[in-house]
């Protein structure tokens, strides 16, 4: 009796891991731009004027990666990116006192047992009027629950990756302006 009831319980399990495998997507498309504006920050007046003079992709892949399964295309990446650099306070199209150029070094994300990881690592390169030239690497990550592989989920992941680039890179533009 006892291992009619352990047969039963794996048994169980399996059929819930198949329906799951199911919701789950082949191929997600890619990233779309935001709908909304990013959040305001409490410290939205201390934004500092620059603008983007390019913007290289030095990326090996051009997908995002795989989730188990489902493959992560990269074809929207470049405006997607672009975007979200735009939406840092301070951007300015026209020229500003501060310039940036952006290299995109990595872009993916990967599923880690029950757990998802987006990441962005790019190398800016800044140039403020009167200062000399100067780079750094940022990495903007999201670590989270990977529930269905959904395209929803990939969205989300590198929407939450972008806000944290967009956060450390506010902050240093906001003190080269100071």
Same mark, same amino acid.
């Given at each position: 009796?006892?291992?009619?009831?352990? !047969?039963?319980?794996?048994?169980?399990?399996?059929?819930?891991?198949?329906?799951?495998?199911?919701?789950?997507?082949?191929?997600?498309?890619?990233?779309? #731009?935001?709908?909304?504006?990013?959040?305001?920050?409490?410290?939205?007046?201390? #934004?500092?004027?620059?603008?983007?003079?390019? !913007?290289?992709? =030095?990326?090996?892949?051009?997908?995002?990666?795989?989730?188990?399964?489902?493959?992560?295309?990269?074809?929207?990446?470049? #405006?997607?990116?672009?975007?979200?650099?735009?939406? !840092?306070?301070?951007?300015?199209?026209?020229?500003?006192?501060? %310039?940036?150029?952006?290299?995109?070094?990595?872009?993916?994300? =990967? #599923?880690? %047992?029950?757990?998802? %990881?987006?990441?962005?690592?790019?190398?800016? =390169?800044?140039?403020?009027?009167?200062?000399?030239?100067?780079?750094?690497?940022?990495?903007?990550?999201?670590?989270?629950?990977?529930?269905?592989?959904?395209?929803?989920?990939?969205?989300?992941?590198?929407?939450?990756?972008?806000? =944290?680039?967009?956060?450390?890179?506010?902050?240093?533009?906001?003190?080269?302006?100071?």
């Amino acid at each position: 009796m006892k291992r009619l009831g352990s !047969i039963a319980s794996t048994t169980a399990v399996m059929v819930a891991c198949t329906l799951l495998a199911g919701c789950m997507a082949d191929r997600v498309n890619g990233l779309r #731009a935001a709908a909304t504006e990013p959040a305001p920050r409490s410290d939205a007046g201390a #934004a500092c004027p620059f603008t983007i003079t390019a !913007i290289d992709d =030095h990326r090996e892949q051009k997908n995002l990666g795989i989730l188990i399964r489902t493959q992560v295309d990269g074809e929207s990446f470049p #405006a997607w990116f672009s975007d979200g650099l735009k939406a !840092i306070p301070g951007y300015a199209p026209q020229e500003a006192p501060v %310039s940036i150029r952006v290299e995109v070094l990595r872009a993916y994300i =990967h #599923a880690l %047992s029950t757990m998802k %990881s987006a990441n962005l690592v790019v190398r800016v =390169h800044t140039t403020a009027r009167g200062e000399p030239p100067r780079s750094k690497v940022y990495r903007g990550v999201d670590g989270s629950v990977n529930w269905s592989n959904s395209e929803s989920e990939v969205q989300t992941a590198f929407d939450n990756a972008m806000r =944290h680039l967009q956060d450390q890179m506010r902050k240093d533009l906001w003190l080269t302006c100071r």
